[in-house]
T-cell receptor
């Protein structure tokens, strides 16, 4: 059974800091790994999708890496802004998405 | 291109009643997934429909059921509602390939009183 763990559970940083969110998974037989953003009470916004054959993806200030052999992914956010405050979810794809518990990020002005 | 849509946005029911939630996938997507996000809990997989068939089911009791229509839209039915069924229910759709991303709707907030 796939299990996904995200560390830290919560993170509070001042504006402008670079930060790293961590995700680990137990079963390396995945199709892809996705990072999502969720604002309070809202649905999910897909940020980055890394296929199992890829090692990283970049979108603007976001960079996600994938090390399938070790079951790890990181999401790097550069020059954080207050608008980045949200919960960030990591999910791995088999026949279904298995989600981590999320990292609640607060960026203080 | 329209995204995944869900209705209603909010739904209030009492214990023992039945709730029906609806989802319309992105045009051309054949797979629909349902997830539950209860307060303080993570996103839990509920059901996966593809080409009108139930393909996979999460660890939920049989009173959670659904179906997928020929136009690929889907319904989630929850019978004999319990207080702990209060949650945000998210629907996602995916194109044909398992390696494709899932696109999420805005969710239905179900409150059971």
């Amino acid at each position: 059974k796939q299990e996904v763990t995200q560390i830290p559970a919560a993170l509070s940083v001042p504006e402008g800091e670079n930060l790293v969110l961590n995700c680990s998974f137990t079963d390396s037989a995945i199709y892809n790994l996705q990072w999502f953003r969720q604002d309070p009470g809202k649905g999910l916004t897909s940020l980055l999708l890394i296929q199992s054959s890829q090692r990283e993806q970049t979108s603007g200030r976001l960079n996600a890496s994938l090390d399938k052999s070790s079951g790890r992914s990181t999401l790097y956010i550069a020059a954080s802004q207050p608008g980045d405050s949200a919960t960030y979810l990591c999910a791995v794809s088999g026949s279904r998405l298995t989600f981590g518990e999320g990292t609640q990020l607060t960026v203080n002005p | 291109e329209a995204g995944v849509t869900q209705s209603p946005t909010h739904l209030i029911k009492t214990r023992g009643q039945q709730a029906t939630l609806r989802c319309s996938p992105i045009s051309g997507h054949t797979s629909v997934y349902w997830y539950q996000q209860a307060l303080g809990l993570g996103l839990q997989f509920l059901l996966w429909y593809d080409e009108g068939e139930e393909r996979n089911r999460g660890n939920f009791p049989p009173r959670f059921s659904g179906r997928q229509f020929p136009n690929y839209s889907s319904e989630l039915n929850v019978n004999a509602l319990e207080l702990e069924d209060s949650a945000l229910y998210l629907c996602a759709s995916r194109p044909r390939q398992l390696a494709d991303t899932q696109y999420f709707g805005p969710g239905t907030r179900l409150t059971v009183l």
